[in-house]
């Protein structure tokens, strides 16, 4: 493959097309360790903690030897960005469009769920060619194969939806680690937020719906629904629907050249990772779903029980009749 001075160097290195450096520690280094080595110290205490002398220090070298694998911080918070997506198949129905962007949705959302400093790194149009990132968009792409759509229609719906799940995991995190609301503020905002002023908000300030509590907050992983992802990604979806599921199917795209044995056998490979990946999600959202069961079931016994409780207890106070 040629290359010239103009291609990204990041972009070369991720997909493993850039020369490694001929002097150095190469066997115990390569960009591939530094990463995860820089997600480990982000996962443990955030994207601030991770310097290029940190993760040098986490492999015994000087920070100069980090230099000859990545070139920059910035570099490497790229290449972290890409990382964390890993190589596994994202798990994407093809065959039905809103089952499909609902898995790679939910998928996405556990990527933050996994990764909160993701959020602090903006992404550009060149990280969006790293090899993670190319196939989640491509994912996504090919979940939307049977929706009546355009090629640019697709790669619009692609960003409206990277959009919607990024918003709301930056959202839910900025919540829940930011400051609380003290229950004197709580009490102040009762006597402002009056039926009179506000007739739509105050009755969720009243009952305390509006502040929430942070152990249940919406987008929590153990998979409560309904939740404010959940609604959002419904009407979502819906929209896409409405707007788009009537249409005549768009003619083949011309041109698609057949695949050679080789290229087929690529894209065997992937469609059994895919199928994996499907199945492996399935069964997760399947537990999942099922712990939300067996508390909605648990709350109803215990409101159940209340309820007779507070029957006998009242039949109890009757006074006698005279």
């Not at 591939?32 to 991770?50: C, F, K, N």
């Not at 890993?86 to 790679?104: I, S, Y």
């Not at 990764?115 to 992404?123: A, G, K």
């Not at 990024?166 to 995190?173: P, Q, Y």
Request: net charge negative; glycine share 8%; with cysteine.
């Amino acid at each position: 493959m040629a290359h010239d001075e103009d291609v990204s160097r990041t972009v070369s290195l991720a997909w493993g097309v850039a020369a490694a450096p001929q002097r150095g520690p190469k066997r115990e280094l390569s960009h591939e360790r530094i990463v995860e080595a820089a997600i480990e110290i982000a996962d443990a205490e955030g994207l601030s903690a991770v310097t290029m002398q940190r993760v040098a220090q986490s492999f015994g070298f000087t920070t100069m030897a980090l230099y000859r694998y990545v070139a920059t911080k910035n570099e490497l918070y790229t290449l972290m960005l890409d990382g964390a997506v890993g190589d596994t198949a994202v798990p994407v129905d093809t065959d039905d469009w809103r089952t499909g962007l609902e898995q790679l949705a939910r998928w996405l959302l556990d990527i933050y769920w996994a990764h909160p400093w993701l959020l602090d790194i903006p992404p550009t149009a060149e990280s969006l060619l790293l090899p993670g990132q190319v196939r989640v968009v491509d994912a996504g792409l090919r979940a939307m194969r049977t929706l009546p759509i355009t090629d640019d229609e697709r790669l619009g719906l692609m960003q409206l939806i990277s959009t919607f799940v990024r918003g709301h995991a930056r959202t839910v995190h900025e919540v829940r680690h930011g400051p609380g609301v003290s229950a004197a503020t709580r009490d102040l905002a009762r006597e402002v937020v009056t039926m009179a002023r506000f007739p739509g908000l105050a009755p969720l300030i009243e009952s305390g719906a509006f502040f929430g509590d942070p152990a249940q907050l919406p987008g929590d992983t153990d998979g409560a629904d309904p939740d404010s992802f959940a609604l959002g990604l419904k009407v979502l979806l819906g929209g896409i629907e409405a707007a788009f599921g009537q249409r005549a199917t768009p003619p083949d795209p011309a041109g698609c050249p057949e695949l050679d044995p080789q290229q087929a056998l690529e894209r065997a490979e992937q469609e059994l990772q895919q199928a994996i990946a499907i199945r492996k999600a399935t069964q997760r959202r399947a537990t999942e779903l099922a712990k939300a069961e067996n508390r909605a079931r648990a709350a109803r016994d215990k409101a159940k029980q209340e309820a007779k409780t507070a029957a006998k207890a009242a039949t109890q106070e009757k006074p006698a009749p005279r």
